[in-house]
Structure formats: structure tokens, C-alpha cells
């Protein structure tokens, strides 16, 4: 649908307000009548329908035992990551072949992608208490839309967002395709060692999410080079055990939220809402017992070197092959012993991938290395340098299983090189 464009008059607001006025806002449906709006400052993405009340900036105190330090950024990452998950939901009813692009690597985006990292960016901006800047590391930016041939997706993804947000009801905000360009690229933030860095994956399994099968919506916090919060929303996770080896279980109830802060634990909830969980990774202290998740797509990790791994410790149950962070969660909650992650020689692993999933696995008392049992460090920008691969399982486990790893990849090496 062509957007038509109203011109809006002059509107008088209160002298305090920081708020410049509309000059024009472009209708992408019916469903937005033509008003006469407020809008943030010049430099701001979108158009509100009401100014937000000022809120005054928090100081956090150093030392909270009784407490959780970070509750006020932890409620609005769950809030941001269930409205994209809402979103996310909306599209895999019914993926277009127009809503799918191909990124360099050929890896598939989908408006889906674009439009929960809008609303997460969106719902942080509302919600987190105030800092000195706001910064997101993301996975996606505007490029691909600018070019030439992008503006139908573009047109998408703009009403797409703005009908999650009038759905949702709890901001009076809409996005014109400018906005929605200059939102995306709010996640271009390179992160590092000092200051906040919220870090986002908008839909971390995109080629699950294609098929209809397991995504997540990660989302953590970086505060002085250290992950302190994560959130995965899985909704296609069941919200009780997986059953089974295709990712199902026998309870009726999908849709998994798992959340952690340093220091407080994890838990899971319904998308839907229900009262959180505490959950713990398992006690299985004899791999023979034990089984594994790993990636569903091949070409995402070396299989025949988990499956060396695996035949090393005795591990008699055959891998669970699902994509995305939802691996961590379901770790997280004991539906599994151990997770293996070894991608093909050349790639380099993201802080999205991870960041997330990887605080709920060690608040729920598991353990998250790189090959080399060493702590993963997202303090050192998009990337993490790490040796060969990741590793998490519970603190029982995780000798044998690091002496598995090693051993498997030594002699991996040894058949690589010639004589």
C-alpha cells in the first residue's frame, strides 16, 4: 500500500517539554487516523501520541544482598523481548518469500529480524533506567534496506512494527520508514570494556525460524566489560522439558521465557505470563547418562567432532540437534547434560550468539567455556576470540568433559596435518 502523507498544524504544549512537534506523518494504514502529535526530539526515530513523564536518573548502590541490583533493566528486557517475540510470532504464521533477503554470508533475514530489533531498541529506550548513553550491540543495520529494490520490504517491516505497537497498547508511538531505518541502526554499537552495552541476537536461529521450528529473542547486558543480565525468549520452547529428540514435549504449553541476573539465578516463565520459576541445570555427575544438545544445521558446527566428543566420554543418547540460544535454556532447566558448539574452521563467534544464553547456564549453576576451559570474555566488542569452540555442562561434568574436548581435537588435528 502507498503511504499517503497528512500535513499536521502547529500544537501548543507545556513549557517544560522537551518535545518538538510533528510536521508530518506518513499513514501506512487506515487504522492510524490523521492527528495532530507530539514527537521526541528531532533526533529520535519515531512519533508519540503522548509525551513520556520525565524520569528521574537512578543511582544504583554498589552492594545490594537483599535485592537484585539490576530489577529495573531486568523487567524491561523481559517487556522488550516478549513484544519482539509477538512480532516474531505474527511473521512465521506467514512468511512471504518478499519478507526473506540474503545477508553477504547468504544466511536469510527476515522482516521479522528487523522489526524485533526495532521494538527491543524501542521498549529499552521506555523502560531501562537512564544512562549516560544509550548503547546496542545488534546483529542487524539498515544497509540492505537503503538500497535500491528494498522499498517494499522496507514498507513491511514499518507497518509491521507499527501494528505490534497499537496491538500492544502500551505506547502511543509510530514509526515512519526513516524512523525505522535510523532504529535498526541504533544496535551499530561496538561495545567494549567500559560503560553499559545492552546485546541483542532479534531472532538468534533465523533459519529455524524459517521452518517453523526453534528461535530465540536474546537479549543481555554488558556493565564493565561483564555480562550481569540475559534474556531468551523461545517461543516455540515448550514451557516443560523437551520429551523428545525433535525439540517437542508432551505438555501442551509453548513458549518459554528464561531470564538471569548475576547473582539471583535463573528462572523460566510463560510467554503468556506466569509466575517465575527457579530452574537449575541437571545433576548428572557420570557422562554415560548424559546427553547433549548441539546445532540442528551442520554447516553451523563440526558434527563429527562432537560426535568424537561424545563417544570419548560414553554418552549413549544421541544428540538433541535444535537451533538457537533455546540450547541454553533448556540446559539451563535440565533437559540436557551438556552443550557443544564447534563452528567450521574460519568463523568468528558473535557476542549475541552467547551473551544471553550463556548467564543463564552459569546462574543456574552450569559452566560456560571456550575449548580451552577458559571464561568467555564479551568485553572485547562484537566479537569473542576464543579457542576453537564453546563448551557448557554442570560443574560435575565439566573435567571429564574438557579432557574429552581436548583429547578430540588433538587428534582431529593430528589427521588434518600431513605427515
Known amino acids: 500500500m502507498a503511504a499517503a502523507r497528512v500535513g499536521l498544524t502547529s500544537h501548543a504544549l507545556h513549557a517544560s517539554s522537551s518535545f518538538t512537534l510533528v510536521r508530518r506523518l506518513p499513514l501506512l494504514n487506515p487504522r492510524y487516523p490523521p492527528r495532530i502529535l507530539p514527537t521526541y526530539p528531532r533526533s529520535s526515530p519515531y512519533v508519540s501520541a503522548a509525551p513520556a513523564r520525565p524520569r528521574p536518573r537512578r543511582l544504583r548502590a554498589m552492594s545490594q544482598p537483599a535485592g537484585n541490583p539490576y530489577a529495573a533493566e531486568l523487567a524491561a528486557a523481559k ?22 533477503q540474503s545477508k553477504p554470508d547468504k544466511s536469510p533475514v527476515t522482516v521479522a529480524d528487523y522489526g524485533s530489533q526495532i521494538l527491543v531498541s524501542l521498549v529499552l529506550k521506555m523502560e531501562a533506567p537512564p544512562s549516560d548513553s544509550f548503547s546496542l550491540v545488534a546483529e542487524e543495520d539498515s544497509e540492505e534496506l537503503r538500497k535500491d529494490g528494498a522499498e517494499e520490504i522496507l514498507e513491511s517491516i514499518t507497518e509491521l512494527v507499527n501494528e505490534t505497537i497499537v496491538d500492544d497498547g502500551s505506547y502511543s508511538i509510530f514509526f515512519s520508514k526513516e524512523g525505522i531505518l535510523t532504529a535498526i541502526d541504533d544496535g551499530k554499537s561496538e561495545g567494549g570494556p567500559s560503560g553499559q552495552h545492552w546485546v541483542l541476537d532479534p531472532i538468534d536461529g533465523t533459519k529455524g525460524f524459517l521452518r517453523g521450528d526453534q528461535y530465540a529473542i536474546a537479549l543481555a547486558l554488558i556493565d564493565e566489560g561483564k555480562v550481569v543480565l540475559g534474556v531468551l525468549a523461545c517461543p516455540n520452547l515448550p514451557l516443560g522439558s523437551i520429551g523428545n529428540l525433535n525439540g517437542s514435549s508432551s505438555g501442551d504449553q509453548v513458549g518459554a521465557l528464561f531470564s538471569a541476573t548475576i547473582g539471583c539465578g535463573a528462572e523460566v516463565e510463560s510467554l503468556q505470563g506466569s509466575p517465575p520459576q527457579k530452574i537449575s541445570v541437571c545433576s548428572i555427575d557420570n557422562p554415560v547418562n548424559a546427553s547433549f544438545f548441539e546445532s540442528y544445521e551442520a554447516a553451523h558446527s563440526m558434527q563429527d567432532l562432537t560426535s568424537s566428543i561424545a563417544e570419548k566420554l560414553g554418552v549413549q543418547a544421541p544428540p538433541v540437534r535444535i537451533d538457537s540460544q533455546a540450547k541454553y535454556g533448556a540446559l539451563a532447566r535440565g533437559d540436557g547434560a551438556i552443550y557443544l558448539r564447534f563452528p567450521h574452521k574460519g568463523y568468528r563467534e558473535k557476542i549475541w550468539d552467547h551473551a544471553a544464553g550463556s548467564i543463564v547456564v552459569t546462574e543456574a549453576g552450569g559452566v560456560v567455556t571456550d575449548a580451552s576451559g577458559n571464561d568467555l570474555d564479551f568485553s572485547k566488542g562484537r566479537f569473542l576470540d576464543l579457542d576453537t569452540g564453546i563448551i ?5 561434568l565439566m573435567p571429564s568433559l574438557l579432557k574429552a574436548v581436548q583429547e578430540a581435537i588433538k587428534e582431529k588435528n593430528q589427521a588434518a596435518s600431513p605427515l
Open 392 to 396: 557448557a555442562t554442570n560443574k560435575q
Open 79 to 100: 517487556k522488550a523481548v516478549a513484544l519482539a517475540a509477538r512480532l516474531c510470532q505474527s511473521v512465521q504464521q506467514d512468511i512471504l518469500q518478499s519478507g526473506v
